[in-house]
């Protein structure tokens, strides 16, 4: 069952502004129990703080903030420091350089949109919860072997969706796959029962018009229903 901002949130470090430490085991059983991995596309601080904290209220606190862009690192700085209850992860690293600067603004999970060796092996020596991304058997095996905590297939609608992952699971069932790629409102239980561990959404959970608009309790109910479609997929 998704938890609330009060019971993820320690109230005492929220009011200090404190940084809260997060292991890799701790990283891995929020994210196993929460299901749901925002990915948070914003160039602002912000935009940023407010669609987070959005779904934080929503249950989902955690964030994936994109280093594709001018700022972003600026960005996981901001959030870690502002909200310390949220795990802020960074996305699309593409090299060690980039894990090493992530990680020295606060990022408490990496993730890439490819298998990328180098960032692999540098997560798992400094000890830090690692998603990489993947497509075929092959990859996603390699990509588990060398150390990953999950395994990110993306993009899953160019290879079938929801019956991909559960081929996956069926041949490669030790393997903790995350769904991302064509999950929506509609496609989100088929992935949970399918044999997904988690989903990695996007637009589908923060439309781009809410962060606009200050949307709020919009992104507060897209994230009930992602959270309620994980839960019915596991029960």
């Known amino acids: 069952m998704a938890q609330t901002i009060g019971q993820v949130f320690n109230e005492t470090d929220l009011e200090n502004s404190t940084v809260v430490t997060f292991t890799k085991e701790i990283v891995r059983r929020r994210i196993s129990d929460i299901g749901v991995i925002p990915a948070v596309r914003v160039s602002s601080e912000e935009d940023a703080l407010f669609a ?23 960005v996981i700085s901001h959030l870690v420091n502002r909200l310390p209850g949220m795990l802020v992860g960074a996305g699309g690293v593409l090299s060690a350089d980039m894990a090493r600067r992530s990680l020295d603004e606060g990022a408490t999970f990496l993730t890439t949109d490819g298998f990328v060796p180098d960032v692999v092996e540098f997560a798992a ?41 559960r081929s996956l699971k069926t041949a490669l069932p030790q393997i903790k796959l995350i769904a991302a ?21 996007g637009r589908d959970l923060i439309p781009a018009e809410t962060i606009r608009s200050r949307q709020a309790m919009r992104i507060q109910e897209l994230a009930r229903r992602f959270l309620s479609a994980v839960d019915n997929g596991r029960y």
């Open 52 to 74: 987070a904290e959005a779904l934080a209220e929503g249950g989902i606190p955690i964030a994936e903030i994109s280093v594709t862009f001018p700022g972003a690192f600026r």
């Open 125 to 165: 020596r400094e000890e830090v919860a690692m998603i990489p991304g993947a497509l075929t058997p092959t990859e996603v095996l390699a990509a588990w072997k060398a150390g990953a905590d999950f395994v990110k297939v993306v993009p899953c609608d160019a290879m079938g969706g929801h019956s991909y992952i």
């Open 181 to 201: 790629g064509g999950v929506s409102q509609r496609t989100a239980l088929d992935f949970i029962k399918a044999g997904a561990s988690a989903l990695g959404v």
